[in-house]
């Protein structure tokens, strides 16, 4: 046993353990730099939640970065001050009142974020929407969106799903009966007045979709059998783009729509345009 602690075998140890300490710190410098020259920016939001998301990531992101930094370098540390200098392990059991002093700022940090990020996630789908919000259903299918809006009478009319006939022109089956129904606009791509509270409610017609714009920070799967309201108030004019972030089929990766977002004047005569086409 004697020769394993030979003076030789110490240095290649104390080589590897410096090595190793190294690439840590290098690890963590590299990581610390991509996110801190921001390579990798999302697009501007376009409404105050969105801002809200965003602020709520980035405290995440100083929370967990903090910790991410410290527990890399105490890593590196460690290395190095116990590597192996042919000095007798010492054995523990480890330390309670360590163990409880971090498990209760990880608690805390957790439960903290959690309770701080409330209104940037529950905000926009368990609040009501503002009175006198927009309402446009969206419904998905594998794997197109489907847009409906009430129409002058501001009410949806009947679905019936057997009358369900997308080549015949009526994809979500709207009753021709219902005299509620007869001036839904029923369109692909979703058009919204800018600065006006907007409520989608989404359906889904077979497995589960997702309604994503990333611009709006709004992410809300569509479920089958059930009408999810999620609301948003844009507040940029543009086009974004709508995407399925949820692996539906085959055709996933080619599911998406448009929102577009006017002015008032121009999405009065959106409106007019379609109860007027057939
Ligand atoms: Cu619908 Cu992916």
């Known amino acids: 046993m004697s020769t394993a602690h030979s003076g030789l ?16 710190i290098l690890f963590v410098v ?10 990798y920016l999302p697009p501007p939001p376009i ?3 969105a801002a809200l998301v965003d602020h709520q990531y980035n405290l995440t992101l100083y929370a967990t970065g903090a910790a991410f930094i410290l527990a890399q370098l105490g890593l590196a540390y ?24 971090w498990t209760s700022i990880t608690f805390l940090v957790f439960v903290g974020l959690g309770i701080i990020g409330r209104r940037a996630w529950a905000d926009v789908r368990f609040a009501p929407s503002a009175s006198g919000a927009i309402e446009v259903e969206a419904t998905t299918n594998q794997f197109v969106y489907t847009f409906r809006y009430p129409g002058p009478d501001g009410k949806f009319g ?42 989608v409610l989404l359906r889904s017609q077979d497995v589960i979709h997702n309604f994503f714009v990333r611009e709006l920070r ?7 059998g059930i009408r999810i309201p999620v609301h948003f108030t844009a507040n940029r004019i543009g086009t974004y783009e709508i995407v399925c972030t949820q692996l539906c089929g085959l055709g996933h ?15 009065q005569s959106f409106l007019k345009r379609q109860a007027m086409s057939p």
């Open 253 to 267: 990766y080619k599911m998406h729509s448009l929102l577009h977002v006017v002015s008032e004047v121009d999405y």
């Open 30 to 39: 590299a990581t610390v730099y991509v996110f801190a020259a921001r390579l």
């Open 158 to 199: 009947r679905l019936d799903p057997s009358l369900i006939n997308a080549p015949a022109g009526n994809p979500l089956g709207v009753d021709p009966h219902d005299p509620a129904g007869q001036d839904d606009i029923v369109v692909a791509e979703l058009t919204v007045p800018v600065n006006q509270p907007i409520e």
């Open 9 to 24: 075998n110490s240095r290649g140890v104390a080589l590897a353990s410096i090595l190793l300490a190294l690439l840590l």
């Open 78 to 101: 460690a290395i190095l001050r116990f590597r192996d200098r042919g000095q007798q392990a010492r054995f523990t059991r480890g330390n309670v009142a360590l163990e409880i002093l």
């Open 218 to 224: 709004l992410q809300q799967d569509a479920v089958p």
């Open 47 to 49: 409404s105050h939640d």
